[in-house]
């Protein structure tokens, strides 16, 4: 009797052990859902929040080996210097892939969006035109720290001068981008035009060259698409 009641009261414990862990794996597989939800629907100046956390980063860690680097001890030999300047670059990377790891910027992808316009329609074509007049503002570039877009259709950078300072931008370029709509279906865009964005799908590509003591960011276009982001309506979409 004793031996079956010990039996019984640790099968309990297990089952109440297990349910107890169940709802815990739930949670985090629901967090992670809404975090991706939630890089998918970035603003401009949320991507350029992000961009100029790794540009600081990057350019710190530049300076902080430049600096350590750039001259010989009087009391080391030559040898000795070769070495820690070697070391130097091994830290380097590995601080720079660290950060990159620990930011998920190499398995990331980010939704940016930019609220669209929808200017005019023809009914004889069924083409309408599109347009977006904002825009994701970029670090600016340095020596030996560069941000720069890889090639493709739509996205583009553009450098200018606003209140006295240089600066960069990323933009789209929408004079090739011919949206061809049934009427019905512009109609009901036209209608609901404040929810309608162009939402462009990026990965950051963060390299380093150790060697020379430099960076660059690089944005990956990889989709583009004209949606209607209350209903998640995709109306026009392209790869990159």
Known sequence: MNISLRCIVGVVALLVLVASVEPVHSQQQQTGATSGEADDFLTPQDFTEILKEAWTFLKDELEKFRDATKTKKEFETSGEFGQRVAEQRRNLLSRVIKFVNDKQLNDRTLGVLFQATLPSYNAD???????????????????????????????????????????SSLYLKLDQLRWQVSREEAREAK??????????????????????????????????????????????????
Do not use: C, M
């Open 191 to 240: 209608a609901n035009e404040s929810d309608i964005d162009f939402r462009v799908r990026f990965r950051i590509n963060v390299s380093v060259n150790e060697v020379r003591g430099e960076a660059r960011i690089t944005l990956v276009p990889q989709h583009i698409q004209l949606v209607n982001t209350k209903e998640n309506k995709v109306y026009w979409e392209q790869r990159l």
């Open 125 to 167: 074509t069924q083409i309408y035109s599109v347009a977006t007049q904002l825009y994701v503002e970029l670090p600016y570039n340095i020596p030996g720290l560069q941000t720069t877009v890889a090639p493709n259709q739509y996205v583009a950078v553009a450098d200018s001068v606003r209140r006295g300072y240089r600066t």
